[in-house]
Nanobody
Framework: QVQLIESGGGLVQAGDSLRLSCAASGRTFSGKSMGWFRQVPGKERQFVARINWSSSSTNYADSVKGRFTISRDNGKNTVYLQMNSLKPDDTAVYYC?????????????????WGQGTQVTVSS
């Protein structure tokens, strides 16, 4: 069974840093891009970042550009999200997923194999 397991969330203060991890088990996603999304209650899931298989291409939401960095270690089947200079607006449940379908990289419906999410709470 394919699973993506996110970890690394927590409660931090504004300006702090966190590193999220997303580990894949059950299979590898060779050749696939991976993405991070976030969601707050009552709102749609929001694109955060995406990285292609070779790590040669990354994309970020404008709201996190310059503060967040996505990376991956294909040997470990793991994708990371380094989050610096955190703001209260970054508070959300963060999810990782595999980009399985063609189309907009910003559209969560193009992704599959969602993990259970990890909560990030940033206090002011």
């Amino acid at each position: 069974q394919v699973q993506l397991i996110e970890s690394g969330g927590g409660l931090v203060q504004a300006g702090d840093s966190l590193r999220l991890s997303c580990a894949a088990s059950g299979r590898t996603f060779s050749g696939k891009s991976m993405g991070w999304f976030r969601q707050v209650p009552g709102k749609e899931r929001q694109f955060v970042a995406r990285i292609n298989w070779s790590s040669s291409s990354t994309n970020y939401a404008d709201s996190v550009k310059g503060r967040f960095t996505i990376s991956r270690d294909n040997g470990k089947n793991t994708v990371y999200l380094q989050m610096n200079s955190l703001k209260p607006d970054d508070t959300a449940v963060y999810y990782c997923a595999v980009q399985k379908f063609d189309g907009s990289i910003y559209d969560p419906s193009r992704y599959d194999y969602w993990g259970q999410g990890t909560q990030v709470t940033v206090s002011s």
